[in-house]
């Protein structure tokens, strides 16, 4: 995470924002899709946007902040992505305290259009016990008892009854009253605290992220809004049909072998979903960039040993470089040259350019480190299939 004084970073920023609108013609940060005629949507992670794609469609013109490849754990965006905010009707966020960035972001460009949260349309309630039960079992190298846990009691869950939930779509000044990311004194010192932001790689909340965003964007624009809808309602099948693929596929791996290691805590929602263990993380923390102790390195290293880990898996957002270092002293396989895509889709050049392929790759990957060849894929789901 940038340790730039978040004041001086909110300055900052809206100096280069003044600048960028006085002396360029404003043309928006890289943007697809869209006949320009419709709403005017901004995503800060890669699998928003790709969600936004699939249920905006031609209705809105999208932009991307973050690129393939690129964390959201130390972004700040550029003058040209400023203003392609400050022109946005529609911002989408994952939330869950990911977008440590956004505060300032929203502020230095002035957006006032609709704030979507994609967490809203998840149990916050459940991800934070699934959050406490990982860091439980990464301590103590107990997994969490699932007996009696079948994947199929997650499958009729219904994301649009999370209680006394209120799903309405935020302006950008209401989302920032009582908005506190924790900012005090001249550090962003950004803790997560118990809740795990990377609630998008379970597809079974991914079903209900992308039903958030479809939501919001039918409350920005009542004009389209079946349209919307529609969309959502196809992308939200083959989001239950990929869950189901994937538990399936895991459900041929022996208990036993189930057991992952990951660059940073990112796969925790993915992980409890199929039934895997978690050994740890290199670097044990929501955030790829932070440093492991020595310590640490070490009791990862026993934890590997003691549960029989087969291999330590490199993120596409991270340095495989620690990672073959404790493969090497630990005797496992470093998987290196098909990284998981945790943090971000991939580029267009790679199998994972929408979430629904990169879950497909990620699943894939895993299973033929362990040994196991994946079944075939059901029609119609992903560009391989």
């Known amino acids: 995470m940038s340790r730039t004084p978040a004041l001086r970073r909110s300055a900052l920023a809206a100096s280069a924002l003044a600048a960028a609108l006085a002396l360029s013609a404003c043309s928006p940060a890289t943007g697809s899709g869209g006949s320009g005629e419709g709403l005017n949507v901004v995503a800060t992670t890669t699998q928003l946007a790709d969600f936004a794609h699939q249920i905006g469609g031609e209705d809105i013109s999208l932009t ?51 704030l979507i949260t994609a967490a809203d349309g998840i149990d916050l309630a459940e991800a934070k016990e699934i959050t406490a039960e990982g860091e439980l079992e990464a301590e103590t190298g107990e997994a969490p008892d699932h007996a009696g846990h079948d994947h199929a009691d997650h499958a009729d869950h219904d994301h649009a009854d999370h209680g006394a939930h209120d799903h309405e779509a935020a302006s950008a000044d209401e989302a920032h009253e009582g908005h506190e990311h924790g900012h005090e004194g001249d550090e962003h010192d950004h803790d997560h605290g118990d809740l795990n932001p990377h609630i998008w790689t379970s597809p079974r909340y991914a079903e209900g992220m992308a039903a958030e965003v479809a939501r919001g964007l039918a409350q920005a624009n009542p004009a389209h809004a079946a349209d919307y ?76 040993k003691e549960r029989g880990v087969k291999a330590i898996f490199v993120e596409s957002s991270m340095s495989p470089k620690l990672a073959k270092t404790i493969a090497r002293e630990t005797g496992i396989t470093v998987v290196d040259g098909d990284a998981l895509y945790a943090d971000s889709l991939g580029t267009a050049d790679s199998d994972a350019e929408t979430y629904i392929d990169a879950t497909l790759h990620n699943t894939r990957v895993i299973l033929e480190a362990w040994g196991v060849t994946p079944g075939p894929v059901p029609n119609g789901l992903g560009e391989t299939a």
């Open 229 to 304: 809808q529609k969309r959502a309602a196809d992308y939200e099948a083959q989001l239950h049909t990929l869950d189901g693929w994937v538990a399936e596929q895991f459900e041929r791996v022996p208990a036993a072998d189930r057991v992952l290691v990951s660059g940073h805590d990112s796969l925790r929602y993915y992980l409890h979903d199929y039934n895997i263990a978690y050994a740890g993380a290199i670097m044990p923390s929501f955030e790829d960039n932070a440093e492991p102790s020595a310590a640490e390195l070490d009791a990862l290293s026993a934890k590997i």
């Open 64 to 114: 991307g902040l973050l690129q393939p490849g690129a964390s959201a754990h130390h972004f700040d965006p550029s003058p040209k992505e400023l203003v392609a905010l400050s022109q946005a009707d529609v911002l989408i966020m994952n939330g869950a305290e990911l977008e440590g960035f956004i505060d300032s972001a929203i502020e230095a460009s002035g957006f006032k259009g609709t």
